[in-house]
């Protein structure tokens, strides 16, 4: 069982981003704050949860936080700023959002910039071990799931519907034959040296 937070003096909020790995589409990060009373057993690292569950855990999030944001900062940005920094500017315009301020930032990962004069800590893995970070997770991972399948629809060659922007095969393939699109992230290595494209 995951623990519900770290910080057990008072509100605290949980951070994590999906996508930094992807060669296409935005990197998506969430906050969440759960209530000290939350608990649920199957709320675990969104990598770690089959599709139906993960679902049903989103829902069960929005429900239950006291608050929750999402934030997608798309490849353009990325491409500008680098990928880890897109990664803290978007779980920092999360904190931005969320309705109630939190007093502890839990960060999923060991980077992290400091957020207004709010502590923070970063766990490596933190996905597995507190709720906030896992349920972060779980709306960070199934918010940029439906936006690369949104963008499946307008370019359906890179089965982005499937892979949801990962450098598969399969992915490299289609880039390999079609191109790059205005979505993929020209900063990153889009296809192995001996097959590079002229961008």
Known sequence: MLLNSYYKKGIECGTDEAGRGCLAGPVTAAAVILPTSFRNKFLNDSKLVKLPTRLRLKKIIEKRALCFSVTHLDNNKID???????????M????????????????????????????HLCVIKGDGKYLNIAAASILAKTYRDAYMEKLHEEYPMYNWKQNKGYPTAEHRAAIE??????????????LPEQLELEL
């Open 177 to 190: 034959k079609y191109g790059v699109t205005k979505y993929h992230r020209r900063s990153f290595r889009l």
């Open 92 to 119: 920092h315009h999360c904190l931005d959002k969320i309705d109630v301020a939190p007093e502890h930032i839990l960060v999923d990962g060991n980077r992290f910039k400091p957020y207004k004069e709010i502590p």
């Open 80 to 90: 500008e700023i680098n990928i880890l920094n897109a990664s803290i500017l978007a």
